[in-house]
């Protein structure tokens, strides 16, 4: 009875430590470098986007909510940077990757091909890059 009893917790000890692992949860509130802005992260559809939902300095010297006035875009150079989506379109590449997407810069007005991965769970790298010419920064979790 006993070797059956052994052979039963190895064989349920093998299958707890051989599960697929679950992806990681990219989901919540990021705070980005120099703790300029707060980008919370969802899903959006079946994939991930993230907005600023919170800005150190929200607003211009005049004391107006800044506005993407670096857009190329003339028509959103009005729209304001707080709630504005920065990240769109990732999807899951791996348990704690996450690619396809695109990133907003409005401090330059251009969208950048961008991946995201988690290295642990309160930090978050995220690479914006031009053909081979890439950035990385690491953002870490507020909530």
Request: glycine share 16%; proline share 4%.
């Given at each position: 009875m006993r070797i059956f009893t052994s052979i039963?917790?190895?064989?349920?000890?093998m299958a707890f430590f051989t599960v697929t692992p679950a992806f990681a949860?990219?989901?919540?509130?990021?705070?980005?470098?120099?703790?300029?802005?707060?980008?919370?992260?969802?899903?959006?559809?079946?994939?991930?986007?993230?907005?600023?939902?919170w800005l150190k300095e929200p607003d211009t010297k005049e004391g107006k909510p800044k506005t993407d006035e670096n857009n190329t875009d003339d028509a959103l150079k009005s729209r304001p940077i707080?709630?504005?989506?920065?990240?769109?379109?990732?999807?899951?590449?791996?348990?704690?990757e996450w690619d396809d997407g695109t990133i907003y810069n409005p401090e330059d007005g251009k969208t950048y091909s961008s991946t995201m991965t988690l290295a642990d769970p309160k930090k978050l790298e995220v690479k914006g890059c031009v053909l081979f010419f890439c950035k990385t920064q690491v953002w870490n979790r507020v909530e």
């Open positions: 039963g917790c190895g064989l349920l000890a949860d990219v989901t919540g509130t990021w705070s980005t470098v120099d703790d300029k802005s707060h980008v919370k992260i969802e899903p959006c559809g079946d994939k991930f986007c993230g907005k600023i939902i707080l709630g504005m989506e920065l990240l769109n379109g990732f999807v899951p590449a791996g348990s704690n």
